[in-house]
């Protein structure tokens, strides 16, 4: 339901999500839980969540930290996945299932932090995509090449045609979700693949690659806290973005790849790759959408697509939104240190009420 001032839908979750480990968890976990209702949380800690008795103990960390937060978050659901290298086994699989991880990261070796322990050569993995294939359980795909001789702005093109239409052929019953897609070839590539003979394809887009083109990252000097992996493109590429999560197409829905570095990691000379946008989530995404008149795709993008594609239950909850403007917070408690959002000290246009 909408009125001019406020935005009521059903509670969104976040398809792609990195919650990060230790004493800094709780101060993390806090902000997407008391917005999403689930979250799937990525497996690319040090040491990286390689097998089922990992995911399991990862999980009871994050379950007990939702204790410990305030009682309109403890009904938040983490979704649990596996990271997968060059040594996943297929027996690995069918534990997976059972134990109710919902799908298996694909991480080419360096593309993004930590991901070190990544893929290096995707033929290693046929036996294991075949038994995901057979159990029905999802590859998420970091989708971009390493090569250092390729541009760091094509390497989600060329990730199409090399590496993810070829898989794609090899595993034709292969659910694969293309990850925070930034370009309009990925656009193109997902809307218009034919699923009756390959199995069926979805992208998740980030709030910041809506909002944002490249021009982000060096106004008035450098600004770390815009710098991501995949990188921010140029402007029709964020409106390809913009145009297909608006859509009416079921492809496409919320994953915010929200990626908490501390202050000073991003803020050094080599800064992590990652936004940290989980305090205002939904917010932003209510700015895109509301930016091009859309707002009542909305609901569908960030709560119905999701569910439907995982084959698990849309949520009941309601949030509500108010177009109220806010300041975004300069920086959050981030364990014993300092974590800056994403715009941090701008003004938004939305609030979220609960």
């Not at 040090?46 to 009871?60: F, G, K, N, W």
């Not at 079921?250 to 990626?259: E, N, V, Y």
Request: negative net charge; aromatic residues 8%; glycine residues 6%.
């Amino acid at each position: 339901m909408t009125s001019t001032t406020k935005l009521t839908i059903t509670q969104p979750d976040d398809w792609h999500l990195h919650l990060r480990d230790g004493v800094v968890l709780k101060d993390v976990l806090g902000h997407t839980s008391r917005q999403f209702g689930r979250a799937i949380v990525m497996p690319n800690l040090r040491p990286p969540i390689t097998t089922v008795e990992l995911a399991l103990q990862y999980q009871a960390r994050i379950l007990q930290a939702i204790k410990e937060l305030p009682e309109n978050s403890q009904s938040f659901v983490p979704l649990m996945t596996l990271y997968l290298t060059d040594n996943t086994k297929a027996s690995e699989i069918a534990k997976a299932k059972e134990a109710g991880i919902v799908a298996l990261k694909l991480y080419p070796a360096g593309a993004t932090t930590n991901s070190d322990a990544g893929v290096t050569n995707l033929a290693k993995c046929d036996e294991v995509l075949d038994a995901m294939a057979q159990h029905n359980l999802p590859l998420l795909v970091h989708g971009e090449v390493t090569s250092a001789e390729i541009d760091l702005f094509d390497r989600e093109a060329i990730f199409i045609e090399e590496v993810l239409h070829p898989l794609r052929m090899r595993h034709p019953q292969l659910r694969v979700v293309f990850e925070h897609i930034t370009t309009s070839q990925a656009v193109d590539y997902v809307n218009t693949t034919d699923t009756a003979n390959l199995g069926e394809i979805a992208a998740t887009i980030t709030a910041h690659h809506l909002l944002y083109n490249r021009n982000a990252i060096f106004l008035g000097g450098i600004r770390p806290h815009f710098y991501c992996l995949p990188v921010l493109k140029r402007e029709q590429h964020r409106l390809a973005l913009l145009n297909a999560a608006t859509s009416d197409s079921k492809r496409f829905f919320l994953g915010t790849d929200s990626a908490p570095h501390s202050k000073h990691l991003k803020e050094n000379e080599c800064g992590c790759a990652g936004c940290f946008t989980a305090p205002q989530a939904v917010e932003f995404y209510a700015q895109a959408f509301d930016s091009v008149g859309k707002l009542q795709q909305l609901e569908a993008f960030a709560s119905f697509r999701g569910p439907d594609f995982y084959g698990l239950p849309r949520n009941t909850k309601q949030i509500t939104l108010e177009k109220t403007s806010q300041t975004i917070p300069s920086t959050y408690q981030f364990g014993e240190e300092e974590i800056v959002p994403l715009n941090a000290g701008k003004s938004l246009d939305w609030t979220f009420l609960g």
